[in-house]
């Protein structure tokens, strides 16, 4: 039974580059969160999903950031024309009911 | 909204020696309250959670009290060990599809 699987583990990209995030959930899990973390910071929720639906997006950024959990496939975090403060590490976890489980994250770096 | 705090920011023990880290939180509608644990490079792990119907829970060297009153929890680890070392977060809120708010974190030492 495999865990929150993300990818691509690390992530470098030139400012006003795409930055694209991957999270599967753990088998039989329909609900996806996605959290930002900066250096030596806590997690600050950003995104809320479940299968084809947008629950709660009220952490994402107004301009740039976008998310799905498609029917098929994982959930995308999408960073449009990445600036340096977008550099940090990005963690999906998912859910079936209480306590989340978290993936490994994705760090990403933009030079 | 909720809003978590945490101290302390860092701690330094003891191995062998106890370490309780303590969180508030603000959101009386909280009613689930995970610890996570954090090693460098790795995403946070769920160590113990609580309820708010119950006051306290064990598992082993680790152990989380409640006070819904004052709307406290704290974290205690027993017999700390080096593999303790890392950083801990607490977070607030619904058992379920509900974002949770977390605590800045606390950075613990066990000092061999």
């Known amino acids: 039974n495999a865990g929150v699987m993300q990818n691509p583990r690390h992530l470098v990209r030139r400012r006003g580059q795409e930055a694209r995030l991957r999270c599967s959930p753990m088998?039989?899990?329909?609900?996806v969160y996605w959290y930002r973390q900066l250096p030596e910071e806590g997690l600050k929720f950003m995104v809320y999903?479940?299968?084809?639906?947008?629950?709660?997006e009220s952490g994402m950024p107004k301009e740039r950031f976008s998310a799905e959990f498609p029917k098929e496939g994982p959930s995308i975090l999408r960073i449009q024309q990445v600036v340096r403060g977008d550099s940090a590490a990005y963690f999906c976890?998912?859910?079936?009911?209480?306590?989340?489980?978290f993936g490994s994250g994705t760090r990403l770096t933009v030079v | 909204g909720e809003n978590v705090e945490q101290h302390p920011s860092t701690l330094s023990v003891q191995e062998g020696d106890s370490a309780v880290i303590k969180c508030t939180y603000s959101?009386?509608?909280?009613?689930?309250f995970p610890w996570y644990k954090q090693e460098l490079g790795k995403g946070p792990q769920l160590i113990i959670d609580?309820?708010?119907?119950?006051g306290e829970k064990k598992d082993q060297r680790i152990a989380v009290t409640l006070n819904k009153t004052a709307k406290h929890f704290s974290l205690h680890i027993t017999e700390t060990q080096p593999e303790d070392s890392a950083v801990y977060f607490c977070?607030?809120?619904?058992?379920?599809?509900?974002?949770?708010?977390f605590g800045p974190g606390t950075r613990l030492s066990v000092l061999p």
């Open positions: 976890a998912s859910s079936p009911t209480d306590g989340y489980t």
């Open positions: 088998k039989g899990h329909s609900h």
């Open positions: 999903l479940q299968k084809e639906n947008i629950i709660d």
């Open positions: 959101d009386s509608a909280s009613n689930y």
């Open positions: 609580i309820r708010s119907n119950v």
């Open positions: 977070a607030a809120g619904a058992n379920y599809g509900q974002n949770f708010v």
